[in-house]
């Protein structure tokens, strides 16, 4: 099972304090990495923010101990430090090493040989077959320090994908299970059965449109398993994009672990 976010390219268009888009952007990093969402996917809706909103939901995701690595200086993070930590388990604070501890790393060559980042205060080295790059890895000896790639065995984050397609495209690209959108106009997630099963793909419009009329902006048309209203009876003129997303996969959290 896993779970797909679709928000649209036009999500910061309400915005026009940098900051202010940094810290919506971090809003959606922490509503998806509370509920385990696994593939974050942005989607074309006339806006012209996808590249940036891309970038800091990679670096919120990225361990603090390698985002010097990963990221150049960049007028673009000037404000990256209104989002909040995620705090996932691949954040891994320094702390001496243990044998079997799967930590996140970067892979870089010297020499003849490959080393591993892995936010401590020496490289490790790696055995076995690697990239360079970002890449997970566990901990196999301490004295000296020497890890293999690995495979987590719990959430570990999300996946960012700027599709640069409109709506329709990009959900068959995603060769999803089950598609849920959501929608002011939709079925009152409270009498509503909801298959959460497989690949699960949960659509957002934006702060001015929703999910219908956006397809409807590109003339196209797709048929979701479901079109759900998951903030039935609310108060306000409109919702956020980003407090719809938590609100939503709130719901859905509860849906899931009600079925286990």
Not at 64 to 82: C, D, H, M, N, S
Not at 208 to 232: A, C, H, Q, R, S
């Amino acid at each position: 099972m896993a779970w797909h976010v679709f928000i649209p390219d036009s999500l910061l268009e309400e915005a026009n304090d940098p900051k202010i888009k940094a810290y919506k952007v971090g809003q959606v990093a922490r509503a998806c990495a509370i509920f385990g969402v696994e593939h974050i996917w942005i989607y074309k809706a006339g806006g012209k923010d996808g590249k940036f909103i891309k970038l800091l939901l990679e670096y919120a995701e990225t361990p603090q101990y390698l985002r010097k690595r990963i990221f150049p200086i960049t007028p673009e993070l000037k404000y990256a430090g209104v989002i909040p930590p995620l705090q996932i388990p691949s954040h891994k604070p320094k702390a001496p090493p243990r044998i079997g501890e799967i930590r996140e790393g970067y892979a870089y060559r010297k020499g003849k040989k490959l080393f591993a980042d892995i936010g401590l205060d020496r490289p490790a080295l790696i055995k076995g077959v690697a990239r360079e790059g970002r890449g997970t890895f566990k901990i196999i000896s301490v004295n000296p320090l020497r890890v293999i790639p690995a495979e987590p065995s719990e959430y570990w984050g999300y996946k960012v994908h700027l599709s640069r397609k409109t709506l329709a495209k990009t959900l068959k690209k995603a060769n999803l299970d089950v598609v849920i959108a959501t929608s002011r106009k939709g079925v009152d997630v409270r009498s509503a059965e909801v298959p959460l099963e497989g690949e699960v793909g949960i659509v957002f419009g934006s702060p001015k449109k929703g999910v219908i009329e956006i397809l409807k902006e590109y003339n196209e048309d797709y048929e979701f398993d479901l079109i759900l209203n998951t903030i039935p009876e609310q108060k306000t003129k409109t919702v956020r994009t980003e407090e719809a997303l938590l609100a939503t996969l709130a719901i859905f959290n509860f849906m899931r672990k009600r079925g286990d």
